[in-house]
T-cell receptor, first 112, second 114 residues
Framework: QKEVEQNSGPLSVPEGAIASLNCTYSDRVSQSFFWYRQYSGKSPELIMSIYSNGDKEDGRFTAQLNKASQYVSLLIRDSQPSDSATYLCAVRRGGNNRKLIWGLGTSLAVNP | GAGVSQSPSNKVTEKGKDVELRCDPISGHTALYWYRQSLGQGLEFLIYFQGNSAPDKSGLPSDRFSAERTGGSVSTLTIQRTQQEDSAVYLC????????????FGPGTRLTVL
């Protein structure tokens, strides 16, 4: 089992729809959770971080964390073609080592 | 303020040559990370520096790879005797430390080994 798992996709949604991206992790004591977006040929850029159970909203993006079920999700409302990218989930495990464990990413295509 | 910078942006080298890749982190960031990303693949962790602590080298794929961080700031990733399978984009990221783990990435160095 990978430490951080994502569906590779591609996930295809029509413009204006809600895109739902999911990520599961194996270390029950993981503490910090991140969603990054990576356009083709570019480096990852942070979308959101979440640390506590529940929802966190920022504009069209909502991150949802459920530590009991060990998953974190990202919802993108009113999806736009410019949201087409690969979305990376990253998790910081418990303990002193602060490096992040990365999923392989989900490819999202938003169709006009 | 200035973000993470990396140089060169592109490097083409011949098999067997040594290469050095440079990373300038965001000023004041105590943590620095190197990753490798092959075409269409995920991020592969290479090495992590945190302040004055011993680096976490657990991701370095072979002893041909090494990295150092001078003065707690600039870092250099060195690949000796390059092989064709070393061709990839090498990404550097920094984070503030002190409990804040968000990583900020540089633009990457695209390495091509002929």
């Amino acid at each position: 089992q990978k430490e951080v798992e994502q569906n590779s996709g591609p996930l295809s949604v029509p413009e204006g729809a809600i895109a739902s991206l999911n990520c599961t992790y194996s270390d029950r004591v993981s503490q910090s959770f991140f969603w990054y977006r990576q356009y083709s040929g570019k480096s990852p850029e942070l979308i959101m971080s979440i640390y506590s159970n529940g929802d966190k909203e920022d504009g069209r993006f909502t991150a949802q964390l459920n530590k009991a079920s060990q998953y974190v999700s990202l919802l993108i409302r009113d999806s736009q073609p410019s949201d087409s990218a690969t979305y990376l989930c990253a998790v910081r495990r418990g303990g002193n080592n602060r490096k992040l464990i990365w999923g392989l990413g989900t490819s999202l295509a938003v169709n006009p | 303020g200035a973000g993470v910078s990396q140089s060169p942006s592109n490097k083409v080298t011949e098999k067997g040559k040594d290469v050095e890749l440079r990373c300038d982190p965001i000023s004041g960031h105590t943590a620095l990370y190197w990753y490798r990303q092959s075409l269409g693949q995920g991020l592969e962790f290479l090495i992590y520096f945190q302040g004055n602590s011993a680096p976490d080298k657990s991701g370095l794929p072979s002893d041909r790879f090494s990295a150092e961080r001078t003065g707690g700031s600039v870092s250099t990733l060195t690949i000796q005797r390059t092989q064709q399978e070393d061709s990839a984009v090498y990404l550097c990221a920094s984070s503030p430390g002190g409990g804040r783990d968000t990583q900020y990435f540089g633009p990457g160095t695209r390495l091509t080994v002929l």
